[in-house]
């Protein structure tokens, strides 16, 4: 049974959104309510996190935490190409030598668990194992959320703000008809964890690796993690990966053998337990926040796996959120104004993530090939790697990316390499 009946401020779901936002929110002193569906820690996918990820772990006080949890530190990123050409690690140091550079390969449920702690030490109330089964958007703030905790019972609680940030269930999101799939990103994912699979080993730098099928209908992503095993999972489109005729199991397969890299990582490996599905996780919502209520994280949209932005977009989303949140709670407004006086801003870095997905996804266009002959824009293209896209002008990179994309795609010879 949860005690009070009413909090200033609701938030839905424990992932890394729902307990960041809830953090910085009872901080402040407001009455916070944290709930989760499940029992904590529970499993996750999503182990990989980009560098930025630095600065908002600093401003909760748990960088130290994460290195005592034992989680693997990621140095960079790997592409391998479709003919199995291995490209060297993209190792972040090398282009900013600051902490801040390198990231973690987290287990999600420890991960997860961290931030519900802390938002727990934080002030908020924690409740797991508690089901939202009604929410009651009212024509003006508190709206109503009604629970069933762990003990079976039901109780309606009062909200000045509910966060949204319920993952893909995208509660509020699906209730208000806000959720829009993306046509050109309806992917789908099977996965799953390895033992005995290939390291990096002899003092190498520990990297995500994303290794394209010799077809290209498909990739890998490869994450080495502290607990000795790799999350390996292959994605491609939903009708290629799941309409087939086959079962999750032996796609899998039959693409581990349709990727030599993979394959190879995999000789001496065994898998643990059973693969993992996901399926058309590629979308949007139309509004981000409305009069007292606010999407975050997966709640409120999600573009791909591919460059490891989902947990990132999470944190800052949370904590863009929260700010506003907060600020509102304090001036007694949470207008629809003020809780989404974030997203545009927001928005804007969202979409050069989502421009590199689309390029990536181009299957005649080689990041190889763009960059030896736009060698000017490694830096941009490292800003969007490690997920400074909130900042500085990583865009740039478009000016000449979007005019070779457009040739590429209607099969004109590639443009002259820029001067600029």
């Known amino acids: 049974m949860i005690a009070n009946r009413s909090y200033d401020c609701v938030v839905i779901g424990a992932g890394p959104g729902g307990g960041t936002a809830a953090a910085l929110v009872a901080e402040h002193g407001f009455s916070t309510l944290l709930v989760e569906r499940d029992k904590m820690p529970r499993f996750h996918v999503g182990e990989s996190l980009m560098p930025?990820?630095?600065?908002?772990?600093?401003?909760?006080?748990?960088?130290?935490?994460?290195?005592?949890?034992?989680?693997?530190?990621?140095?960079?990123?790997?592409?391998?190409?479709?003919?199995?050409?291995?490209?060297?690690?993209?190792?972040?140091?090398?282009?900013?030598?600051?902490?801040?550079?390198?990231?973690?390969?987290?287990?999600?449920?420890?991960?997860?668990?961290?931030?519900?702690?802390?938002?727990?030490?934080?002030?908020?109330?924690?409740?797991?194992?508690?089901?939202?089964?009604?929410?009651?958007?009212?024509?003006?703030?508190?709206?109503?959320?009604t629970l069933k905790t762990a003990d079976g019972k039901e109780q309606e609680i009062s909200a000045r703000v509910i966060i949204d940030a319920s993952g893909q269930q995208a509660l509020l999101a699906s209730r208000l008809g806000l959720k829009e799939y993306y046509p050109d990103l309806k992917k789908a994912a099977i996965w799953g964890y390895f033992e005995g699979a290939q390291r990096a080993g002899g003092g190498k730098p520990e990297v995500t690796c994303i290794l394209h099928t010799s077809s290209k209908d498909a990739w890998f992503w490869y994450i080495p993690l502290g607990d000795g095993t790799v999350s390996v999972g292959l994605v491609g489109d939903n009708d290629f990966?799941?309409?087939?005729?086959?079962?999750?199991?032996?796609?899998?397969?039959?693409?581990?053998?349709?990727?030599?890299?993979?394959?190879?990582?995999?000789?001496?490996?065994?898998?643990?337990?059973r693969l993992n599905v996901a399926k058309e996780f590629s979308y949007r919502t139309t509004q981000q926040a409305g009069d007292g209520w606010v999407l975050v994280g997966d709640a409120g949209g999600f573009i791909d796996p591919i460059y490891s932005s989902g947990v990132y977009l999470a944190l800052k989303s949370a904590v863009m959120a929260a700010d506003a949140v907060t600020d509102g709670l304090h001036r007694n407004d949470v207008s629809e104004k003020q809780l989404g006086c974030w997203t545009r801003d927001y928005e804007k870095g969202v979409e050069l993530i989502r421009r590199l997905v689309r390029a990536f996804y181009t299957k005649e266009f080689s990041f190889g090939q763009f960059m030896k002959a736009h060698p000017q824009h490694v830096m941009n293209l490292t800003n969007l790697l490690v997920g400074r896209v909130f900042e500085g002008n990583a865009g740039k990179i478009f000016d000449d990316m979007d005019p070779w994309l457009e040739k590429v795609r209607a099969g004109e010879p590639i443009p002259e390499a820029s001067n600029s």
């Not at 030598?97 to 519900?116: A, G, I, M, P, T």
Request: proline share 2%.
């Open 52 to 145: 930025e990820t630095y600065w908002i772990f600093e401003r909760l006080g748990i960088l130290h935490e994460l290195d005592k949890t034992g989680f693997t530190r990621k140095n960079g990123v790997q592409f391998v190409n479709s003919s199995g050409k291995e490209t060297a690690p993209f190792i972040f140091r090398e282009m900013d030598d600051r902490d801040c550079s390198e990231s973690w390969h987290v287990k999600r449920d420890k991960f997860d668990q961290l931030l519900y702690e802390t938002a727990y030490n934080r002030g908020a109330t924690c409740s797991d194992e508690t089901r939202v089964l009604d929410i009651d958007i009212r024509n003006k703030s508190p709206h109503r959320v």
């Open 241 to 273: 990966v799941l309409k087939r005729g086959n079962s999750p199991q032996q796609t899998f397969e039959e693409q581990v053998n349709n990727c030599a890299g993979v394959k190879r990582r995999l000789l001496d490996a065994n898998q643990v337990g």
